[in-house]
């Protein structure tokens, strides 16, 4: 079964689901809508069997790489594989997919279209975390931008236009930036070795000068700072997560915005190691001063969809500063919360979705005391909502600690700050919980709100259960990242034995 | 001085290798054939006939230039190099580039061969200037006196091209400059009756474009002066080495490049292009936006990296400077535009920016580079022009870009195409517009003019601004109320349509078909 084309297949299947479900007649809008699902639950179900065959001890760091010549005179190869990080972000990818093409079970408008781009940009997502040819990866990168385009800006709010452009300049001029250094790294090895590539594999070896690293490391930041997002790129991520479609919004946040963080432990650390020590303080101020700002910004929010996008800002920050803290507990607990937020935040764009779809509105003073009428979508909400605050016995529990824990061993001031953090994660959520759910009802037309239907149930149950079980038994997870985590580490202390910031690293190790 | 000029004196009796430019000597005689057709073939059988010899010649020559192509990776006896007493090149840059002409020629030869809906006619039309059709091929009464000419016209301007790309003689250079030139004159005027633009358009080229090439006589008049010969070959000899203080070398090379970066279409000497890409007939400017584009390149390419290549050091300074110019002026006043074709125009200044990006790179790779952007963007620009000649309401073609909103709504498939268009002009990956950037930028980084790269990356995102807001007036926006119809899906637009968007996917996904053969054209002869 190793020979089988595994990623190729995964990645597959959706492109084929999308021209599948673009050429089926107008009228047979619901088969088309069971047809996408339906392609998308195969390439689950193949990403599962993916996951059997994925061995987290093995030698090498990627498995079931597949390797073709594409563009023989560039050096450009068709070659994917992957590591344990590749291996949890294919995972969510692969399981966000049909939870969200079942949430867009209404959509009304361009029906076919709408399922025919998420699966298009599934394979586009699947892709990114797959490849490692740096030009492939490149590609997908910036593709990935033109359904998400149209998802905003058809199917979006308000002021989807507006949002829909802005998403797009600001990730294709960072992607652009970094193309420059991505063709600087390809030069660099046709001067090292004779013949350019944009094989990841070969990059590695490669050593760069030190001063060109950290030109390169800021061309790959501009990309993946805009992706996650980090504080002064940020602008774009209120606006999309909110006008974009509910199906958009969990897709965004649940994956889109994991490729940043990816990008950071995937290129920009193993590739520049030393400018990444250089830039990790001021990589640890963005990330801290997000957590911050994302949290205290969400607090004021008026528009729930809003307050939600904000939060994001937050937690992303917290992987950041796991990232760039260097210690194995800090970036495996990232990992760990890479993939929780996408769980997380996921769950409450669905389910803040369910409440749009019956209200059309996103204010939170429109709503209030909704417990007492929609008792199911209320204890969804908290769930979730826990699960964002990081309540022990949910998953977001755990990344989160092993993320203070990993900061607090090497810089214990940052640490400490960033713990007050959560005090005002529980502030956010609680108080969006107490304001929508409980008390009295406010609003009379809440009144005969109905409560969560089956298809809506089978939507929001899966992801409500793997909350539970990642916070529950998380230790599956992390032994598949653990690896990936170990490689970076290496990769990091390799041209620095001795850290100079602290003297804890001799006990993590 | 005297041993040049004895050189230059043939001691052999002069031979024609009649079969490497056998296929600028179809193209033209297809051009006489297409003149005798228009004289006595029956009107009514006129397009037909004229259309089948235009096509017919292109394809033949298209055909040959293939087969002459094979020979360049034979080792041995091989038939190509300098022909007809070394006045000619034919060499890999120049049978790529002839291709790529004549590719995109015959893709526009189904355009330009296409008639307006007759229903669309408007009535009256003389006198009225502003809104009446763009479609140049379109009738004037309700018996339509038929602009059959524009194929001998098409032919002719081809054959100057093909001739342009590979002429290794600044006299043969100036004669195929002028026979490419003076039917895009006519051509571009062929609305005048029924447009006051096309007119001005006309006139505007006419008189800006003698200027341009008056500017390149001189230059060469100034280098044949240095040199005592205008084979580009002799010329290189005797600037040999760069001695900094040669009035007659660099004046005459300083404005050689004013006549060509003109047709290019470069800042500062683009005021032409907006002007004429608006009041040309779509089709026409179709021809023109692809084909010229091309020409000029090979041109500029091989006077640059055949004669000056040892003088670059001087000339690429200036290069760059006029690259940046091009990208930040083209993109931003696009931005500003209102019009598609005005719009396209605009981005076709800042495209031109990019494909000098690689010319300054002045390299292999540069070349190369540059050989595919042309061809790549060639058929992403037929195609989007073509779209424009479907997009129409009771006055002909509503190229306001009001005009286009909500056209999603009525005919999602034509808003898709031109969307898909848009979005290779913007580069996005899997689009030979992507590749074609990624290329030139990869060897403007090799050739250490890395503030190109940086200058293209930052004008491309400004580009995308204006690609972005036709879709969302396309897409996101409600159909107004008095919107355009989209025209019935004709044959001949179709196969046009058709073949751009298979080149733009297949250049786009595998580029390494052309690559290939860009990457084994890059050696020009000296």
Request: hydrophobic share 55%.
């Amino acid at each position: 079964m190793k020979d089988f084309p595994w990623l190729t297949a995964i990645g597959v299947v959706p492109l084929v689901g999308a021209l599948a479900v673009s050429l089926m007649p107008a009228s047979r809008l619901r088969l088309a809508k069971q047809l996408a699902i339906a392609f998308s639950l195969v390439s689950l179900a193949l990403t599962i069997g993916m996951i059997t065959q994925f061995e987290s001890g093995a030698a090498e760091q990627f498995q079931l790489v597949e390797q073709h010549q594409w563009i023989k005179a560039f050096g450009i190869q068709y070659k994917v594989g992957v590591d344990g990080l590749a291996l949890v972000l294919i995972a969510l990818t692969a399981f966000l997919v049909p939870v969200v093409l079942l949430a867009s079970w209404n959509v009304d408008n361009k029906v076919k279209s709408y399922f025919a781009l998420i699966l298009l940009l599934e394979t586009a997502m699947i892709g990114v975390f797959a490849a490692i040819d740096v030009f492939l990866f490149y590609a997908l990168f910036e593709v990935m931008l033109v359904p998400m385009y149209f998802l905003i800006g058809v199917w979006g709010g308000e002021r989807r236009v507006y949002a829909a452009v802005k998403f797009f300049l600001y990730t294709l001029l960072a992607g652009l930036l970094m193309l420059v250094a991505v063709l600087t790294m390809y030069f660099l090895t046709r001067d090292a070795a004779g013949a350019g590539t944009f094989d990841y594999e070969q990059w590695l070896t490669l050593d760069v000068a030190r001063n060109t690293q950290r030109w390169l490391f800021l061309g790959f930041f501009v990309a993946f700072a805009v992706k996650v997002p980090l504080f002064p790129f940020h602008t774009w991520l209120p606006d999309a997560h909110t006008e974009a479609p509910t199906g958009g919004s969990v897709l965004l946040a649940g994956v889109m915005l994991k490729i940043g963080t990816f990008g950071f432990m995937r290129y920009s650390i193993p590739l520049f190691p030393e400018a990444s020590r250089y830039f990790a303080p001021m990589m640890m101020g963005l990330g801290l001063f997000g957590i911050f700002y994302g949290a205290l910004v969400a607090i004021v929010q008026k528009d729930i969809k809003r307050l939600v996008a904000y939060t994001s800002i937050a937690h992303l920050g917290f992987i950041i500063l796991g990232t760039f803290a260097f210690t194995r507990q800090g970036q495996s607990g990232a990992v760990l919360y890479m993939v929780n937020h996408g769980l997380s935040t996921g769950a409450l764009f669905l389910i803040i979705g369910f409440l749009y779809e019956r209200r059309h509105t996103r204010l939170i003073e429109e709503y209030g005391g909704l417990r007492s009428v929609v008792p199911v979508l209320a204890a969804t909400f908290l769930v979730a909502g826990l699960s964002s605050l990081a309540l022990p016995g949910l998953n977001g529990f755990v990344s989160e600690f092993l993320v203070l824990l990993g900061t607090y061993s090497r810089h214990p001031v940052l640490g400490i700050i960033a713990t007050f953090g959560i005090i005002l994660a529980a502030l956010y959520i609680l108080v969006a919980y107490q304001r929508t759910m409980q008390g009295p009802v406010t609003v009379e037309a809440n009144r005969g709100m109905a409560d969560l239907d089956l298809r809506e149930k089978l939507v929001i149950a899966p992801v409500l259960l793997v909350i539970i079980v990642l916070g529950v038994y998380p230790a599956p997870v992390l032994r598949v990242i653990e690896p990936s985590v170990q490689r970076v580490m290496e990769r990091v202390e390799k041209t620095d034995p001795a850290p100079t910031i602290e003297s804890a690293t001799g006990e993590q190790k | 001085m005297t041993a040049v000029l004895a050189q230059a004196q043939p001691l052999q009796a002069p031979s024609i290798h009649y079969l490497a430019i056998s296929p600028m000597l179809v193209v033209f005689g297809a051009a006489i054939v297409g003149v005798l057709v228009e004289a006595f073939v029956p009107q009514r059988s006129r397009r037909v006939a004229g259309l089948a010899v235009a096509l017919g010649g292109v394809l033949a020559a298209l055909g040959l230039v293939v087969f002459l192509a094979q020979d360049l990776n034979s080792a041995t006896d091989p038939m190509l190099g300098l022909v007809a007493r070394d006045a000619i090149a034919v060499d890999g840059p120049a049978l790529f580039l002839q291709a790529a002409i004549l590719a995109l020629a015959a893709t526009s030869l189904l355009l330009l061969a296409e008639r307006a809906p007759a229903d669309r006619v408007p009535a009256a039309v003389d006198g009225d200037v502003a809104a009446t059709s763009a479609r140049g091929l379109a009738s004037l009464r309700a018996l339509p006196p038929e602009h059959t000419e524009i194929f001998p016209l098409t032919l002719f301007a081809v054959g100057g091209m093909l001739l342009f790309v590979s002429a290794h003689n600044l006299i043969v250079m100036f004669v195929a400059l002028e026979i490419l030139s003076l039917p895009l004159y006519l051509l571009s005027g062929l609305a005048r009756r029924r447009r006051l633009l096309s007119q001005e358009a006309a006139v505007k080229y006419f008189l800006l474009g003698a200027f341009s090439s008056a500017f390149f006589l001189y230059g060469v008049a100034l280098l044949y002066g240095f040199a005592g010969s205008v084979s580009l070959t002799a010329i290189r000899d005797a600037a040999g080495q760069p001695s900094g203080d040669d009035p007659l070398l660099y004046a005459g090379l300083a404005l050689l490049g004013v006549g060509l970066l003109f047709k290019v279409g470069a800042v500062p000497f683009h005021s032409w292009t907006p002007d004429v890409y608006q009041g040309a007939p779509t089709p026409v400017t179709a021809f023109m936006a692809a084909c010229t584009k091309v020409a000029a390149f090979g041109a500029l390419l091989r006077v640059l990296l055949v004669t000056f290549y040892n003088l670059r050091g001087d000339w690429r300074p200036a290069i760059g400077a006029v690259a940046v110019l091009t990208m930040v002026v083209g993109a931003v006043i696009a931005v500003t535009q209102t019009d598609v074709k005005r719009m396209l125009a605009y981005s076709s200044i800042a495209h031109a920016g990019f494909i000098l990006t690689g010319v300054a790179a002045s390299s292999r790779r540069g070349l190369s580079s540059s050989m595919f952007y042309l061809l790549a963007y060639g058929f992403i620009v037929i195609g989007a022009f073509g779209v424009v000649t479907l997009v129409r309401d009771a006055d002909g073609e509503a190229t306001h870009l009001s005009k286009w909103q909500g056209l999603g709504r009525r005919s999602p498939a034509v808003a898709g195409l031109f969307a898909f268009f848009l979005f290779a002009l913007a580069g996005i990956p899997f689009t030979s517009g992507f590749f074609g950037k990624f290329a030139v930028w990869g060897a403007a980084v090799d050739g250490g003019v890395t503030y190109l790269v940086i200058v293209g990356v930052v004008t491309s995102a400004v580009a995308a601004f204006f690609y972005a807001r036709v879709v969302v007036m396309m897409f996101f926006q409600e159909p107004a109320a008095d919107g355009p119809e989209v025209a019935r899906l004709r044959p001949l637009t179709s196969a046009a349509l058709g073949v751009c968007l298979a080149a733009t996917i297949v250049l786009g996904v595998v580029p390494e078909l052309v690559v290939d053969i860009a990457g084994r054209s890059e050696l020009f002869v000296r």
